[in-house]
């Protein structure tokens, strides 16, 4: 069995329960990959590897917040990954950094029996014609080519065959349920418990826009900006392509949700993080 690790990046908390549980696995019989930042953290830069890479693994582990947890779930792709917050309860974290141990042994025992269970938690994905974007946890963004005074452009939503809104906006956000609490929240979206099977539609910045919609999970939503030199597309925040003004882009469920392994995360008490 191969286990992955990622500690948040310059935390030394995280580095330290990634040493203490490498050890701990490697004297199970554990075989360990570690992303670049990781080894280095850790001394082992020679077993450095891409997070790319960590959808060969059997398990991933991320140690860290959120942002740590959407970074390793990119690399893992189909592949279980357990969250370790570092002692406050995240959305996506649920194990606390003192019961880390015992929960990744729970996890490698589950896997080694053929009894490791998950929960899948949707991505979505944006495309046009002959790109496809990479796969976002969180939200996607389509928008003109900056925030603000003349930063925007024209916006036309549609749900499927309909025309939702068209009008002045900055850009429109479509978010998952895990998303929601993130950049959505910040955009005055609403909301959405993880157990209900929606996508969140909500411009940004419209000017006399419609409200943020909650649609059926299996819509395409398409975004076109005009008026403006040219549109980006951007995915969870740090994947950044740019399209002509007037690219209709699609956006709907990536084929590959994301697997959470471990005990899932209370949904109310994650939300006091919010305050």
């Avoid at 309909?162 to 950049?183: H, K, R």
Wanted: glycine content about 14%.
């Amino acid at each position: 069995m191969e286990v992955g690790i990622v500690a948040q990046r310059g935390n030394e908390r995280a580095t330290s329960l990634a040493e203490t549980l490498s050890g701990r696995l490697e004297a199970d019989g554990v075989e360990l990959r570690f992303d670049a930042t990781t080894a280095t953290a850790l001394g082992r830069d020679d077993e450095g590897r891409s997070v790319d890479t960590f959808d060969g693994c059997d398990l991933v582990v991320s140690i860290g917040g959120d942002g740590t947890f959407l970074f390793a779930a990119r690399g893992a792709n189909g592949t279980p990954v357990l969250g370790v917050n570092l002692g406050e309860v995240g959305f996506l974290n649920a194990v606390g950094p003192d019961e880390a141990e015992a929960a990744v042994q729970r996890e490698v025992d589950a896997y080694r029996r053929g009894e490791l269970e998950t929960q899948e938690a949707p991505r979505i994905a944006a495309h046009t014609d002959g790109w496809t974007g990479e796969p976002a946890m969180n939200e996607i963004v389509v928008q003109g080519p900056r925030r603000g005074r003349r930063g925007g452009g024209h916006v036309e939503v549609r749900v499927g065959e309909s025309t939702y809104d068209s009008g002045p906006a900055d850009g429109v956000l479509v978010a998952t349920p895990t998303g929601s609490s993130a950049y959505n929240l910040s955009e005055r979206g609403p909301l959405v418990h993880p157990g209900v099977e929606g996508l969140v539609v909500n411009e940004m910045a419209a000017r006399d826009g419609m409200p943020p919609l909650l649609v059926p999970h299996d819509r395409e939503i398409t975004v076109t900006v005009t008026d403006v030199d040219h549109a980006i597309v951007v995915s969870d925040g740090r994947a950044r392509h740019e399209v002509d003004a007037g690219t209709p882009v699609h956006i709907g469920l990536a084929d590959q949700p994301v697997r959470l392994a471990g005990p899932a995360a209370d949904f109310f008490e994650a939300l006091g993080k919010l305050d």
